[in-house]
Each structure stands twice: as structure tokens, then as C-alpha cells.
């Protein structure tokens, strides 16, 4: 299998936290790629064509994107404690893993509107209402803290999505919103897959 990537994106973030914590990452041979909105390149759009990051190529050629897809597909491929559970708490895992994908994609959406935009194209309106979004889920996530234990997609996803927060967003002081959801992050960031893959 290949994973096709860029080493800051909070999603494929979330894929190789869950490549280690499955040890399916030795079996994983991994391109990186250089892209923006504006300049896709071929690589990508040939395997996705919406021209986002990551992409999956499995073994027998197909192309598997959106990280949510991509984390269930590898789910079913190792034999070890399966991080979509298959019990009652499926339903809470997903929707909280559905919950940090958003925050992601907002807080993606604001960096992009501060390093790909003129100062005449940037709206700080329409920040501040991506941040709206990433404020609620927060103080969502503060008041469900037990619900990313144990290890889940929905901890894997919630963490890289932090870890995004402080790379790009360090001056929102997220922590402040939610200072339990903080003490959390500070045990789960020390986690080896997670000091493995710190974007730099």
C-alpha cells in the first residue's frame, strides 16, 4: 500500500498516528507531496479528484481517500484492538471522530486564509466564524472528555487535530476553552505516535 501526503496536515496526521498505534506502518510505503487549493499538481488529483490529502493506493491498485474512509479501511486490516469499536459506543466514536475532522477543516480553512489570500481577499468575519465552529466543538469536547478513552479513531483524531491548533492557531489559546480537554491533551500528546509524528 502507499500513502500519498503532506507532513502538516492534521488529517494525514490522524492516518499515521493510526499506522503506528496498528503497527500497519511498516507495511505502508509513503509519498510526500508539496500542493495547496491552487496548485494541486498531478499526483494527487490522479488519485483523488477532489485533490486533497491523503490518499491511500491499496495493494491492488485502488485509490481510497477522505482520512475517515481511509482509517476504516486500515481498521479491518490488522488483527490487534480494532479503533472503531463494534459495540454501542461505534455511533459516539464516529461522530466525535466526524466532530475533529470539522474542527480541522475550519482551522485549514483559516490558515489558508492567512497564507494564500491578499490582504484585499482576506475577511476576518469569515475567520472568526470558522473559529465559532472550532470554539463550539471545544467546549462540546470539554464536557465529553471521557469519551476518548479509551484509544479510539475519535482520541487519534481529536489529538491531531489539537496538535494542528497549536502549529498554526497557537494565539486562539484553545486550552483556555477547555482546560480539561488540555490536561487530556497533555498525557495523549506523549504518546510515541504522536512525538513520531509532530509536523516539522
Known sequence: ??????GT????????????????????????????????????????????VPCLITDDGASIFDSRVITRYLDAQ??????YPEDKTLWEILTLEAMADG?????????YERLLRTDAQKSAEWVEAQWLKISRALAHLEAH??????????????????????LRHDDRGWRII????ATWEAAFSKRPSMQATIPG
Not at 500500500?1 to 503532506?6: A, G, R, V
Not at 490488522?78 to 479503533?83: D, R, V
Not at 474542527?103 to 490558515?111: I, P, Q
Open 1 to 6: 500500500m502507499k500513502l500519498i501526503y503532506s
Open 9 to 52: 496536515s492534521p488529517f494525514v496526521r490522524k492516518v499515521s498516528v493510526m499506522l503506528l498505534e496498528t503497527g500497519l506502518d511498516g507495511r505502508i510505503e509513503k509519498e510526500t507531496v508539496a500542493i495547496s487549493p491552487m496548485k494541486p499538481g498531478n499526483v494527487v488529483p490522479a488519485a483523488n479528484p477532489l485533490g486533497k
Open 78 to 83: 490488522h488483527s490487534g484492538t480494532k479503533l
Open 103 to 111: 474542527m480541522m477543516d475550519a482551522a485549514v480553512l483559516m490558515s
Open 145 to 166: 472528555v471521557a469519551a476518548l478513552e479509551p484509544l479510539s479513531m475519535a482520541s487519534i483524531a481529536v489529538g491531531a487535530t489539537l496538535g494542528y491548533l497549536d
Open 178 to 181: 477547555a482546560p480539561k480537554l
